[in-house]
């Protein structure tokens, strides 16, 4: 039986210095460069144009979004690195917001995006990293799968991972036509099935060490 949203809203955004929304419910987070298509995902999945902002414009989000499912689960959009035009200050920003969120110890699940065009950048390679070092459990997907022939998309997603120094594996999706929205729904599903049956706070105890320094994870990838 395929996993539904039924019920989608916008809970909140939170900036570096702001508190994020109570934690009660696995909390799943979408990650990957600006303009990759995580507004986008975050809409077909919930089957609403403009939950999540999507623009044509890269580096407009510069919040974390909370956004309520079902009552079930927490979607968040963080807001994308890699864009070329920020500055120093806005890069440094937005380590400071990512880290902040990422050691938080709230992250049950990341989805990590990446275009299934190219391959991945320095910054994805950074973020990867931040993945790895607060050992948060993801799933790479691979985006836009409707700019490549349908017989490409799963080998192309495949190599994407590969390029990333993942085990080769990630979901061809695309917001355009709904490719890969099942597999992505089943694997949200299997996430959020498994953190209710932990006890959905448990992250809370199970989330690494961290000094909230954590120096060595510097530089951070480009603010978007
Ligand atoms: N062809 C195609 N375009 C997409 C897809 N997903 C996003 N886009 C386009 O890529 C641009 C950036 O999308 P957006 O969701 O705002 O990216 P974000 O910055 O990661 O949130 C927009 O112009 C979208 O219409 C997709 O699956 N296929
Ligand atoms: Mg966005």
Same mark, same amino acid.
């Given at each position: #039986?395929?996993?539904?949203?039924? %019920? *989608? $809203? ?5 900036? /570096? ?15 990957? /460069? ?18 999540? =902002? ?5 580096? /407009? ?6 956004? &309520?499912?079902?009552?079930?689960? #927490? ?8 864009? *070329? %035009? ?13 880290? %902040? ?17 190219? $391959?991945?950048?320095? $910054?994805?390679?950074? #973020? ?21 022939? =349908?017989?490409?998309? /799963? ?25 890969? %929205? ?11 099935? *498994?953190?209710?049956?932990? &006890? ?25």
């Amino acid at each position: #039986m395929e996993f539904k949203i039924k %019920k *989608a $809203e916008f809970i909140t955004s939170a900036g /570096k210095d702001s508190s994020y929304p109570e934690k009660t419910l696995a909390e799943v987070a979408i990650v990957g /460069k600006s303009n990759v298509g995580k507004s986008s995902l975050i809409n077909a999945l919930c089957n609403m144009n403009k939950l999540a =902002k999507t623009s044509q414009k890269p580096g /407009k989000t510069r919040l974390i979004n909370f956004f &309520g499912i079902n009552g079930e689960f #927490m979607l968040v959009d963080l807001p994308g690195y890699g864009f *070329a %035009k920020a500055s120093k200050q806005e890069q440094a920003q937005w380590g400071e917001l990512m880290e %902040k969120y990422l050691s938080s110890g709230r992250v049950t699940h990341l989805f990590m995006l990446l275009d299934i065009r190219h $391959e991945p950048t320095a $910054e994805d390679r950074q #973020m990867f990293k931040y993945i790895l070092y607060y050992a948060i459990p993801y799933t790479l997907v691979a985006t836009k799968a409707d700019k490549l022939a =349908k017989s490409r998309r /799963k080998q192309a997603a495949n190599k994407c991972a590969k390029l990333l120094g993942a085990p080769p594996y990630a979901i061809a999706f695309s917001s355009e036509t709904g490719d890969g %929205k099942s597999e992505l729904l089943e694997r949200l599903r299997a996430v959020v099935y *498994a953190d209710t049956k932990d &006890g959905g706070d448990a992250t809370e105890t199970d989330a690494p060490e961290t000094d909230g320094g954590a120096d060595g994870i510097y530089p951070a990838p480009g603010q978007a």
